[in-house]
């Protein structure tokens, strides 16, 4: 046994458990920091830009010839592109769970390279960018301007130039995004006029342009070769590319034979302006520049926000005049303290766990056994999950937290043990070695199970198996470190500090203790009441106050010691005599349920139809949303609404914002949709981010009132745009805000109108879906008796099944179309391309070239002054030089008129496709919302329109009920284990039929708290399956030993239930306090802790009080039905062998050899075939028939005829007998079947 080498060698234990838990501190503090494990999907982004493109050319001419080639890449899940009518094109690559991000960005680069060729010749000379795409902001710093003395192009470089950079190359930091970045550039606004007065066109400007600013390398005088004699060798160099505005003016675009010269300012206004003004930010009104910060997915979330707030902070001591940064949006915050919640919770259960020990164990000197297991588990824990390389993240530190009440419960189970015998005049040594011997089995059997119940966890994939297994992992190492401890230190520490009640030192506490907290109390309390001024100084007087308080403390805990001890004395008493009662009345009840065991079975059958019944009608979630402190608020103007009328909005948004209860402040940027991911002049969007979770206690400021409010603002205040105010996504980095998204796809070419119809069509006939109300639920009455029901719908009551629906999708925005008449242009003898580039380089934009400055380098750009350019006149009175030299306007070229287009086109896997947002309506389960939406889409949508689901909605309909598959194999894993550890199929059976009913109190406690069936309910249905197997294995391995010495199966069940019930209450009492901090808890990640602690609350109360009544009349059951013929153990174990050997195909061999054996072993033929002669064997068969006939008659393995009949007739099954006589070769003898007379 190996506790007794530990029981004599006390040190030896110490000195492992001091190493796991110095291994696990260590690994704590270089653990990285995250909110959540990496579960979002990796993702690529390809970006390019056409410069005055619409949305259809940018899909036309670049979308669907770089598509074509990424459609398909290795391990890709979907992908999604969006074009707009600024030219831009943006694309993400969505791949599966667990590619390589780096992979991945190489994959999909090949594929874009491919289709470099058939891309506009722009986009040759200017490029497309393929880059990771981090999952989500770390965090955003802004840099504004208070004074307003910078406007946004200058905080724009400064920024680009002078922190951009620095932040970047911070360890841990993947990249930085600028939000209302405006480059420098050259910009040359030509005048159309001036140049249609000189017979000249904006071409003959691009031209001098190319020709005259250029990077040359003008070589060297007197390189090599040369004669010899040379001296000097001298670099030649030139002013190649123009730097000064000046030297852009002076440029020469054309020049006449008579001397005479025209520049370009003759015909244009050159200045250093931005290269894009679309976008525009703002910080409570003064514009912006928005840095977001992305981390590393393996970084420590806060270490590196940490150094990017110092950077920033060190770079902050050189800004110029007028220059600040504020951090307005910063994830950290949420993650410290949701970690640190966490953490408090910990130490909350660890505390609640400790009473619950003492109040059983009554005496520190067996509590400490328990209690000492706690630090060891669960420190020692970290030191394996670094060497998996887990983070430390919410689910990790969930599983610690559940752990608490799990670890504690093998040393109990020793303690008690111990005790047991120490009760009945054994010393402390041999009391522990008679109780080792005794609980090792059901220790092993434990910790087995519930470690086997999370071994199905580990092999998940998707966002589930993100989710599952680093929660699972945690929970299934700390209780293997736990049951090693309980092996080795726990019965090492027993035989040390416990001794007979009579001998004294069994106190609940030891005097230093109550001393102690004596001092805590007068330090923390009785200080501050008696100089409340000096809390906060660190003068003489305060130490002198705070050290003769804690002194004071330290005294009166000493001498009321005594006095607190006899208390607790008096009631550990009383409390020993209810228990004794309480113990009396169960054991009688269960004597009285295993009469009535019909009966109890057919009760048991009602609580699995209420168990099936719930978890059908019980709303089905994936991920539920969170108070995280900020919202996110899309704004969409009218349609071809102005970048300066959208900023003015946003303005009058902010200003609303700032007057609701709550708001801390704002960050807007205006021309540009986050919920999109793409630009538009009627675009907005604004991070509103709340005060601190200390400050927000109370409903009225939780998240969603706040978004409620802003809501009803905006609609009565700001009429003329239509804002949705949005909580953040459940995972970061999947979608932009939570609910669903679903693509409807136009697969037919239908055009984007009939899109857009079909599109608003399904989403008004969305909105009048209605699910009925149940009335008949079974947990109706225990509702109402638990006081959490309130009055029963009427019958065929209805509601909205689905809210929050919406479509940005528009196709009929105004625009303008050119008409070009393709007859006349041949007439005025004017080229399709000279008509074309006018309209592109005047109206849109020309990129030429680039210069150099700041040390970086620029564009040159090319664009007609803003004057000519704000209407269709304008337009129409450009001119294009035809053939003769002859300026010819455009209005008698092509015919512009009023048109309407998309302002975004978004395709989805290839097809253009107009998204849909929305969500389940609370109580609606989101299956039930996704399942609706498909029915409505299939009835309402034309033929050539398909739908197909994207973000966190495909990802829940990729999971599919995975976690209740895993449920299903964690059942099996526990099954199997027990089988193995009780050499039994018939015995595991009353351990496992147990198992449905933590289901059951699991359900009434998510029913009756209003919550659903998310992926953290069902998390903790997978540990409720070890927990209540842990319940049911004390009842029934005591139960198998007494059987085994020879009691009844009644006697044997109730002196099982008699003697283990108190252990139970108490392991079970110690996990649910330990749970207690989770349902209670407030602040940052409060949803998911009470949601997990509720699931586990209600199911670890359901399975003990159901397990303790239940599991004896299982037991008593299936031990009855196993000595029938039915259920006889051989006949099991023959057919469980039957199985495995029909599934792994032995019995063919077996089959074969007993064959052989048969021929070579028959007296008739003495060895020799039907011909006579000696059969040939192998090597193999030579070598077993060797080692039969040479073993010995004596001993334990002499098998005698007589053995085997004498077994035969124990039970054994008729059969052939095998003899073996001096030595010689065994024979075979058919034995016939007894008769039935």
Not at 452 to 462: D, K, L, Q, T
Request: net charge neutral; glycine share 8%; hydrophobic share 45%.
């Amino acid at each position: 046994m190996i506790s007794r080498f530990f029981i004599d060698r006390p040190i030896f234990a110490s000195v492992l458990s001091i190493m796991i838990t110095l291994a696990g501190a260590i690994a704590l503090f270089a653990m990285p920091i995250a909110l959540y494990p990496p579960i979002s999907p990796p993702v690529v982004q390809v970006d390019c830009r056409f410069p005055g493109a619409s949305a259809q050319v940018v899909a036309e001419s670049v979308a669907t010839p770089i598509e074509e080639q990424v459609n398909g890449v290795e391990d890709m899940m979907y992908m999604s592109s969006q074009c707009t009518n600024d030219g831009s094109y943006n694309l993400t690559v969505t791949f599966k769970h667990g590619v390589d991000l780096n992979v991945a960005q190489v994959l999909v680069q090949n594929r874009v390279s491919l289709a470099i060729p058939r891309l506009p010749d722009v986009l040759k000379q200017t490029g497309v960018t393929t880059r990771k795409k981090s999952p989500d902001i770390l965090m955003a710093i802004a840099i504004n301007s208070p004074d307003s003395s910078r406007d946004q192009l200058y905080l724009s470089n400064y920024a680009l130039m002078h922190i951009k950079d620095e932040l970047a190359r911070v360890k841990g930091v993947s990249d930085v995004n600028m939000m209302g970045q405006r480059d420098y550039s050259m910009r040359i606004w030509v005048d159309p006029e001036q140049l249609a007065a000189r017979s000249m066109t904006a071409g003959d400007v691009v031209a001098a342009l190319r020709s005259q600013n250029m990077q040359v390398a003008t070589g060297q005088i007197g390189q090599p070769p040369v004669a010899s004699g040379q001296r000097t060798q001298l670099t030649l160099s030139t002013m190649g590319r123009l730097v000064e505005v000046e030297q852009f003016e002076n440029v020469i675009v054309r020049a006449t034979p008579e001397g005479r010269v025209v520049r370009i300012k003759d015909v244009a206004r050159v200045e250093l302006g931005s290269k894009n003004e679309d976008v525009s930010g703002r910080v409570n009104g003064n514009p912006t520049v928005s840095l977001a910060v992305f981390q590393l997915p393996d970084a420590n979330a806060l270490d590196v926000a940490d150094v990017v707030k110092a950077k920033i902070a060190e770079l902050s001591a050189d800004f110029p005049p007028g220059v600040k940064y504020e951090i307005r949006y910063d994830t950290t915050p949420f993650i410290r303290e949701s970690i640190e919640e966490v953490f408090k919770t910990l130490r909350e259960a660890i505390v609640l766990v400790a009473v619950v020990v003492l109040l059983f164990l009554q005496s520190w000197r067996s509590s400490i056994i328990p209690l000492i297991a706690v630090p060891v588990a669960i420190v020692g824990t970290f030191a394996v999950l670094i060497a998996m390389d887990f983070t430390l993240n919410n689910l990790t530190l969930f599983g610690l937290v559940l752990a608490i009440g799990i670890v504690v419960d093998d040393a109990i189970v020793v303690v008690e043990a111990v005790e047991h015998h120490i009760e009945r005049g054994l010393n402390p040594r041999a009391a522990t070695i008679k109780a080792m011997e005794e609980v090792s089995g059901p220790v092993i059997a434990i910790g087995l199970v519930l470690s086997a119940v999370f071994v199905p966890c580990a092999f998940i994939s998707g966002i589930v198996g993100q989710f599952f297994r680093q929660f699972a992992l945690t929970i299934a190492t700390s209780t293997l470190i736990s049951t090693f401890n309980s092996l080795t230190l726990s019965p090492a520490l027993a035989a040390l500090l416990l001794r007979p009640k009579g001998q004294g030192g069994n106190e609940a506490l030891p005097r230093p203790a109550y001393a102690l907290l004596g001092g805590w109390l007068g330090w923390e309390y009785l200080a501050p009441m008696i100089a409340p001024r000096l809390i906060h100084q660190h003068t003489a007087a305060a130490w002198t106050v705070f050290l003769l308080a804690t002194a004071a403390g330290l005294t009166v805990g000493w001498l009321v010691s005594k006095l607190l001890n006899r208390l607790f004395g008096a009631f550990f008493d009383v409390f020993n005599w209810v228990f004794q009662r309480g113990t009396g009345a169960y054991t009688r009840t269960v004597g009285w349920m295993l009469r009535l065991s019909f009966l109890v079975l057919i009760g048991y059958g009602g609580l699995l139809y209420l168990t099936y019944w719930g978890l059908k009608h019980t709303p089905a979630g994936f991920i539920p949303s969170q108070d995280m402190g900020y919202l996110l608020v899309n704004v969409q103007l009218p349609d071809s609404a102005a970048s300066e009328r959208s900023a003015a909005v946003m303005g009058r948004l902010e200003k609303i914002a700032h007057e609701i209860p709550g708001v801390k402040h704002t960050q807007s940027t205006s021309g540009m949709s986050l919920l999109l991911s793409a630009n538009g002049s009627n675009f907005g969007s604004m991070f509103v981010i709340l005060d601190e979770f200390s400050k927000r206690r109370t409903p009225d400021l939780s998240s969603d009132f706040i978004a409620k409010k802003l809501r009803e603002r905006y609609e009565n205040d700001v009429p003329e745009a239509i804002m949705t105010v949005l909580g953040p996504p459940p995972v970061r980095g999947v979608g932009r805000a939570g609910g669903f998204k679903l693509m409807v796809e136009d697969r037919g070419d239908l055009g984007s109108r009939t899109l857009q119809g079909q599109t608003e069509n399904l989403v008004d006939q969305a909105k009048n879906l209605k699910v009925e109300v149940a009335t008949d639920s079974p947990f109706d009455g225990l509702q109402k008796w638990l006081g959490g029901s309130k009055e029963p719908p009427k019958e065929g009551a209805q509601k909205p099944a689905l809210v929050g629906l919406t479509s940005v999708f528009r196709a009929n925005v105004p625009q303008l179309y050119a008409e070009v008449n393709r007859k006349e242009c041949m007439a005025k003898e004017v080229q399709l391309k000279d008509l074309f580039d006018t309209l592109r380089i005047y109206l849109g934009s020309l990129y030429v070239n680039d210069f150099n400055r700041f040390g970086r380098t620029w564009q040159v750009i090319v664009q007609a002054d803003s004057k000519f350019r704000n209407s269709i006149d304008d337009a129409k009175r450009l001119k294009v030089r035809n053939a003769k030299g002859t300026m010819v306007p455009v209005a008698a070229l092509a015919d512009i008129r009023e048109d309407t287009g998309p302002l975004v086109l978004t395709r989805y896997n290839m097809y253009p496709a107009a998204p849909v947002n929305g969500s389940s309506a609370p109580g609606v389960s989101s299956g039930t919302g996704i399942e609706l939406m498909e029915r409505l889409a299939k009835a309402e949508l034309l033929p050539s329109m398909a739908t197909e689901w994207t973000e966190l909605a495909y990802l829940e309909i990729q999971a599919g009920n995975t976690a209740m598959i895993v449920f299903g194999f964690a059942v099996v894993m526990v099954f199997l284990v027990l089988a193995a550890q009780y050499e039994s199929w018939s015995l595991p059976l009353a351990v496992i039929l147990v198992v449905p009913m933590c289901l059951l109190g699991s359900i009434i406690g998510v029913r009756y708290s209003g919550s659903d069936i998310n992926i953290f309910t069902q998390i903790g249905f997978v540990v409720l399956v070890g927990l209540a197997s842990k319940n049911a294995i004390l009842i029934v391995e005591f139960s198998k030993s007494l059987r085994d010495q020879g009691e009844s199966p009644r006697e044997a069940t109730l002196q099982a239930c008699r003697l283990r019930l108190r252990p139970i209450v108490m392991t079970s009492l110690a996990f649910i306090l330990g749970v207690v901090p989770l349902i209670t808890s407030h602040g940052a990640g409060a949803e998911m802790r009470r949601i997990l602690g509720t699931t586990v609350f209600s199911g670890m109360i359901g399975v003990t009080i159901f397990g303790i009544f239940l599991t004896p009349v299982f037991f008593y059951v299936i031990d009855r039905l196993s000595g029938s013929r039915l259920l006889h153990l051989k006949w099991i174990e023959r057919v469980s062998e039957a199985l495995l050997g029909i599934l792994s195909l032995r019995f063919l061999r077996r089959l074969g050899r007993r064959s052989r054996r048969l021929s070579i072993a028959s007296p008739s033929s003495n060895g020799h075939d039907t011909n006579g002669h000696i059969p040939i064997l192998s090597k193999a068969e030579s070598r077993e028939l060797a080692s039969i006939a040479s073993t010995p008659r004596n001993g334990a393995e002499h098998h005698s005829e007589q053995a085997l009949v004498d077994s035969k007739g124990n039970g054994s099954a008729p059969g052939p007998t095998i003899t073996q006589t001096n030595g010689m070769a065994p024979h075979v003898h058919e034995t016939p079947p007894p008769s039935n007379g």
